[in-house]
């Protein structure tokens, strides 16, 4: 009797130790993208550490994450179409959907139950709660001529919209998806030569979509749909020849400073600053190489820059106020990514062909850490989940 | 006989042009890079090139690389789409950072397969 009695105490302590997780929040991790071995390092951000790994993600190469309301749960959306559901504190795959060919990113709704996925084959934007990851609604991006297209720079929007652009046709596209079985769809035609990318103003009022076929930009006013889209910045780089790119710039995650934006230049070793009043371009700023991020630190006067190849081993920093570079920083070869915590004390850049990530003191300028991973790509901090646009 | 090695671009241009026809393409005498170098090319491809056509070579903005894409394919244009870029579309030139004899064995290992990354 004595004797079961030790075992059944055993046996309840051995279960403990194997149900009992400390209790933890999710507000200061994040994953980061090892996009070659298809998996997703979790990472603290106050630790600085690598808290493990999930693998079995497919096909990652320029993959993007958006992360529910809660921040427990990242969508992780591949290129070769798979979208998956991680559970952050678990460390482990909840639900994996292949729904399409080819993807390249997505969105989730401003009150967090749907995902919308946009993808490259077939064309179109397709739409899944949050929570079982089933499919509610499809959007084929069928141009004006008739012609399925890429989507590309697809955003969430107050009122449960999307906006996207077709990148083969050069239209944006508006999806209110209050009622996901019905969505109403507003189509702007003949905007540009190829919409590459996409972003949403911090106010929630403004899409851009920047041309990659033309020097200049398309704007939307979310407020105004009937205005419909204004070209804005035409032949702003007049004058001065273009350069090859060998990396498309993002516009996600732009430098505001007062009504000033910071975007990157097609083509050019520059940073073009635009007035968000007149929409005009207000200055240009020379850099390192052609940028590919600019992001704005938070509550800093500070907006730091990337670069395509072959440039792509230095980051620098720009001060908002003069718009003079003030730091050129080399963190590793192959620099593609930038990621704030969320008041700024800190950025991590992911070094792919160097194999780590380095995380920097934004006050100093100074290395804190580094960290081992494998080609990284994108970094994701949780705190996105309150950010409209992703 | 091992294959001569290649050093110039208008010597290969000039043997694929009279050569005899293969599989309904021009035969090119390709040269495998030596073993580092051969290294930054995959790397390069996967990477950079992957950028735009995926790092598994499956296609993004730029279209699929696969053998499957590729099959048909004239290789000596294809070698030229990779050095000189293409006009109207997103495709830059990649002269600066590779000869003739490298874009002609990337093309040939994209047709048969890519290798990965060691």
Redesign the interface.
Known sequence: MRSNLFVILFALFALQGCATQPLRGTGDLGVVVE??SGKLQIVDTTARTILGEISGLG?L??ATVVFSRDQRYAYVFG??GGLTKVDILRRRIVKRVLQSG?S?GGAISQDGRLIAAAN??PGGVKFFRSDTLAQVADIPAIGADGKRS?V?GLVSAPGDRFVFSL?NAGEIWTADMKAPAHPVIHKFTGVGK?P?DGIITPDGRYYLAGL??EDGMALLDLWHLPNGVKRILNGYGKGSRRL?????PHLEGWGFYKHYAFVPAVGHHEVLVIDTDTWRQAGVIPTYGQPVFVVGQPYSRHIWVDFA??DNGAIQVIDAPTRRVIRTLKPGK?VLFLEFTPRGENVWVSA??SNKLVVYDTATFRRVTELPSH?PSGIFFTPRAYKLGW | MPPKKITTGLMVLMLSATLPLAHGAPAQIITSPPPARRAVLIDMVREDCGSCHGSRLTGGLGPALTPQALKGKNPISLKDTILFGRPNTPMPPWNPFMSNAEAAWIVNRLMKGFPHAQ
């Open positions: 996009r070659d096909d190469s320029h290129r070769d080819n390249i490259y084959t890429k590309v990148y190829e590459y990659f076929g090859p790119v060998y990396k498309m190849f072959p192959g792919r062909d080609k």
